[in-house]
């Protein structure tokens, strides 16, 4: 199925209103993803960003159509060169995946099938997208392999996963995902699981990789400073919504949404006075229960008032691509200063 | 308060009992597997049992099983108050109908009919249960005993004993390994050919045959106890040994042991009438028992073959009721299904 | 691996060695003595003495031990007391029968159950699952030789479909070359008696591949839920693979490991299965051997087959355990 391609007109991918339900016998529906919306343009790093629980993998899943088929209600659009993807049927998505848009996941030890060699686990995305013979295969595999970065290609190619270190296993992912060009690649906290060493060489692979093929990345994360080494724009989800949409720089630099701002003052900065007490976001992720009408956040905002939990709150665009869903955002002024408006 | 350093052996006075008397009672807290409503493993399991339909059709089976098995040897003949049609086992009430190539059906003085031998098929149904009860019984209670005896040596070897003891544990899991890979049935086959045609020796042969199962779960269960989190947890928090063994390492040991010990009763009562049926059970056919009344029905199939259809039955809806059972305990104490 | 091998076998000989005391110790208590329950009811005085003479009776225990022991290597077992003739022999033309019959009853077992057991994993909640969970457990519940019978009512006598007695018709005439029926039929061209053999099989085939059949039912079907929770599954799917693909080499190559495993117990059940049919449709292979033997005390045969079953499943555990760490690259010693 061909899809029609019209690179200039629009962005890469346009998610709207997206939402997730999950259905489970005998217990009330969750609603994982409630009305979650963002762009990417062709050949951006777009980061998503949110603490465990958001919503952010079960957004990336929704998108590629990898969610179970039973007990899960998506609705929204989510259009992919104009394309709505969760209207498509089964076999176009499957005929998308892999070959326009690629996902690369958590755990690389787990993600590669244990009793298959590393070459024919690449070369099965060639043989299946790209039409090649299996010698064909596996000699792109080996060049695949050596471009992630992996020495000794040839040898590793009948090599099984449980050789390989864990950085080699996530380079060998990145070269399955990568492997037809993708479009797009959806990268779900790819270093998570790996040292702190290997995890700068990843990402750096990572944004060679998107500058020389030119593929558009979402890169979801947890962690802020890998947004800020990495992402062109940021959406910041709490509770299954985007919360705050931002310019890498403006988000740093003026975090209107609570809950951003709440993060950045999280973390521990190394030019911080001796014994300065760390700032915690009180409170934590409950369990995704419905919630009461109103802002999610606003149990542990120290901005709330009456009006945050009388409905959800709009979503405020600027003109500068600036989005956030707030009634008492931060103004400029920034995360150091706290202000605290309760009650009344 | 001061800080004073934790400490193992009992100290004088009441103060430093109060304080082991705490810390035996924070252990305790701590040693509980954490769950949202506090409750203790055995009552969330009988919860989690009764919402089971599995288990409630087991539970249901095996009632009526062990109901049966005890008042059926006190209805067969009944009291002269209980109009039912039901005679004593043994007596061939019925000899006169009997004629070669013809045994009658059910009729409204036998419910199920006669056997080869006149005796009212009902009535040594009933009376079977009991027979068949007991078979299951010592058979899973010899084969748990000897498992229990074994594993349990071979697991305080491992844990206490040191190198030889890990040696000594080696060797006796090497035979228990042996004894596993050997399927069940020639297992008891062999035990049963060499003890002699009884009933006790089909007992003490399936219970063999069920041994090594119980001697592999015990040791293992022992072994990973020793190892878990709160054990460790319990130590460090100056509880003593015995205490932990007691109170924690052992009732959680006991549930596994409990699931298998329904499961093999099940099997116990298959493989026995399959013993019989080869010819090692009893030859005296007089006291009924189901797996024997199946074996010897064999040679009336032509005849009559119900008469091996109503045992057949009752034993596999008797095993069938065991196995959801065990079964739906398994599912009940498995931590991963535990939400 | 070599190592390995030899390491395993040294560690088995001592559990042999134990169980040939025990046998022999049972041979020196059965009723009438050694010489009496070897020879049967033909034991004339003669033959008692030549035998307490042969086993050395006479002699002391060791002696005794060592010439049994003799025998037991030598593969002499005595002579089978209901035909005179050398065990090892009768054995030997009984076991192709009951091989026959476990291959083809381990052959409907494999070929049926993998499949329902992937379709029920796939379809979990469907009506195939459920009839696949409660159909298995029912059918490990029921008496093998129960269900001999019924087919044999049933398809044998009732509806006449498929013969019931015995491996082969009376009025085919086949040359037998390796006591394999269908196999010789097919060596030897027979084609109706290849046929008429199979033909015999299938009813105690179907009887004793129930339980095997609803073990691997049980192992695929939870073997498939659990590969399909599995990371790689997702990654197989993110690569927009076919379904035939990620079906063969990342479910199934996955899931059926611990089914292969089970091979040990499915022989088990197979040979148990194998002795308690086939004298329900006297099909004349070992089963059947035994339990005439047990009828008749046939002694010696009882002690061989003893001893057959302790050799056949230590040497299939250690079959499992090497195929198992061919079949999985982990567990290959490296």
Same mark, same amino acid.
């Given at each position: ?344 | ?339 | 691996?070599?190592?390995? #091998?030899?390491? =395993? &076998?040294?560690?088995?000989? @001592?559990? !042999? ?9 049972? /041979? %020196? ?21 030549? #035998?307490?003479? =042969? &086993?050395?009776?006479?002699? @002391?225990? !060791? ?9 037991? /290597? %030598? ?25 026959? &019959? ?16 992937? /379709? ?26 129960? &269900? ?187």
């Amino acid at each position: 199925m061909e899809l029609t391609v019209s690179p200039t007109e629009g962005p890469l991918l346009a998610v709207s209103d997206l939402s997730v339900e999950f259905h489970r016998k005998g217990q009330r529906p969750v609603r994982a993803v409630d009305g979650v919306s963002f762009t990417v343009d062709a050949g951006e790093v777009v980061g998503l960003v949110g603490e465990s629980g958001c919503g952010k993998s079960v957004t990336a899943l929704a998108i590629t159509g990898l969610l179970p088929q039973r007990g899960v209600r998506v609705g929204g659009q989510a259009r992919f060169a104009g394309t709505d993807l969760l209207t498509l049927d089964r076999r176009s998505r499957r005929d998308l995946r892999g070959r326009e848009i690629a996902m690369v996941f958590q755990d690389p030890i787990s993600s590669l099938n244990p009793v298959v060699p590393v070459g024919v686990q690449v070369a099965e995305v060639l043989t299946r997208h790209r039409n090649m013979t299996r010698r064909q295969a596996r000699s792109t595999a080996a060049e695949l392999l050596d471009r992630v970065g992996i020495p000794d290609p040839q040898r590793r190619l009948k090599e099984y996963p449980h050789q390989l270190s864990g950085g080699m296993r996530q380079r060998a992912l990145i070269a399955m995902a990568v492997a037809c060009q993708p479009r797009l690649l959806i990268a779900d906290e790819p270093t998570t699981a790996l040292d702190v060493t290997i995890q700068a060489q990843i990402l750096e692979l990572l944004k060679e990789l998107v500058q020389e093929i030119g593929t558009a990345l979402i890169m979801i994360t947890h962690d802020l400073g890998i947004v800020a080494g990495m992402c062109d724009r940021v959406n910041v989800l709490y509770a299954g919504r985007v919360v705050e949409t931002a310019d890498r720089r403006a988000l740093f630099a003026h975090p209107h949404h609570p809950y951003t701002v709440g993060l950045l003052r999280s973390i521990p900065r190394l030019d911080g006075a001796r014994g300065e007490r760390l700032t915690p976001i009180p409170g934590s992720v409950r369990d995704l229960l419905p919630w009461q009408e109103g802002c999610a956040y606003a149990p542990r905002c120290t901005r709330r008032s009456e009006e945050c939990l009388d409905g959800l709150p709009a979503l405020v665009e600027e003109p500068d691509g600036r989005a956030y869903r707030c009634i008492h955002p931060e103004r400029a002024g920034g995360p150091t200063r706290d202000t605290v408006r309760v009650g009344a | 308060m001061a800080t004073e350093p934790a400490q193992r052996t009992s100290p004088p006075g009441p103060i430093g009992r109060r304080r082991a008397e705490r810390l035996d009672r924070l252990a305790e807290l701590a040693a509980t597997p954490p769950d949202e409503r506090g409750e203790s493993l055995t009552r969330e399991t009988l919860r989690r049992l009764r919402r089971s339909p599995m288990a409630m059709v087991g539970a249901s089976i095996v009632l009526i099983f062990v109901v049966i098995a005890l008042i059926g040897p006190l209805l067969t003949p009944p009291p002269s108050w209980l109009p039912l049609p039901l005679y004593s086992p043994i007596e061939n009430v019925g000899l006169e109908q009997i004629r070669p190539g013809q045994i009658p059906g059910p009729s409204g003085d036998h419910w199920l009919g006669l056997d080869h031998l006149g005796r009212d098929e009902l009535s040594r149904m009933l009376y079977g249960a009991r027979q068949t009860l007991l078979v299951g019984v010592v058979a899973t209670l010899i084969g748990f005993t000897a498992g229990a005896v074994i594993g349990g040596v071979a697991g305080a070897a491992y844990g206490l004993g040191g190198r030889i003891g890990r040696w000594i544990d080696s060797i006796l899991m090497r035979f228990i390994d042996l004894l596993l890979a050997m399927p069940p049935l020639l297992l008891a086959f062999s035990v049963a050919a060499v003890l002699g045609r009884s009933l006790t020796a089909v007992m003490i042969a399936v219970g063999v045959a069920a041994t090594p199962i119980f001697a592999r779960l015990l040791r293992g269960s022992m072994i990973a106890q020793a190892n878990r989190d709160y054990v460790l947890a319990a130590t460090s928090l100056g509880v003593r040994r015995p205490r932990i063994v007691l109170s924690h390492v052992f009732p959680n040991s006991l549930a596994p042991v409990i699931v298998q010990a329904t499961l093999t009763l099940a099997t116990a009562i298959i493989e026995a009438a399959g013993l019989s049926f080869l010819g090692l059970g009893n030859p005296d056919s007089r006291w009924p028992e189901w797996g024997t009344m199946l074996a010897q029905a064999q040679a009336q199939l032509a005849v009559q073959p119900m008469l091996a259809v109503y045992p057949a039955i009752a034993i596999i809806i008797t095993a069938l009721g065991f196995t959801l059972l065990g079964e739906a305990m398994r599912e009940a104490l498995d931590p991963k299904l535990r939400r | 691996m070599t190592r390995f #091998i030899i390491r =395993r &076998l040294l560690q088995v000989i @001592p559990t !042999l060695a134990a169980l040939s005391v025990l046998l022999f110790i049972w /041979l %020196r208590r059965l009723p009438g003595g050694p010489d009496a329950a070897l020879l049967g009811e033909r034991a004339t005085p003669e033959a008692r003495a030549a #035998i307490r003479e =042969r &086993l050395g009776l006479d002699e @002391p225990i !060791l002696v005794q031990y060592g010439r049994y022991m003799k025998d037991l /290597l %030598r593969l002499d077992f005595g002579v089978s007391t209901q035909t005179q003739q050398p065990v090892i022999d009768e054995f030997l033309i009984r076991f192709p029968g009951t091989v026959e &019959l476990a291959f083809t009853a381990l052959a409907i077992a494999v070929g049926v159950g993998i499949p329902v057991g992937y /379709l029920a994993a796939r379809r979990r909640g469907g009506w195939l699952d459920n009839l696949v969970v409660s159909g298995s457990m029912v059918g490990i519940c029921t008496p093998v030789f129960f &269900l001999a019978f019924v087919l044999k009512w049933v398809f044998g006598e009732q509806l006449g479909w498929l013969p019931t007695f015995g491996r082969q018709s009376p009025g085919i005439n086949a040359t037998h070359v390796t006591n394999f029926f269908v196999l010789d039929g097919l060596l030897t061209r027979e084609w109706d008696a290849a046929w008429d053999a199979f033909l015999h099989l299938l009813l105690p085939a179907i009887a004793v591949a129930s339980i095997p059949f609803a073990v691997i039912v049980r192992m695929t079907r939870a073997s498939v839920l659990e590969v399909l929770n599995e990371d790689y599954v997702r990654t197989a799917e993110a690569k927009g693979l076919t379904d035939r693909t990620i079906r063969g080499r990342h479910v199934l190559r996955n899931a059926l490991l611990p089914v292969v495993t089970a091979i040990g117990v499915l022989a088990g059940a197979l040979l148990s299965g194998a002795v308690l049919t086939e004298t329900v449709f006297a099909f004349n292979g070992i089963g059947r051997f035994v339990y005439l033997a047990i009828q008749n005390a046939d002694y010696p045969v009882l002690m061989a087959f003893i001893m057959f079953i302790a050799l056949t499943f230590v040497t299939i555990n250690l079959l499992v355990d090497i195929s198992y760490s061919i079949i999985d690259p982990r567990v290959r010693v490296h």
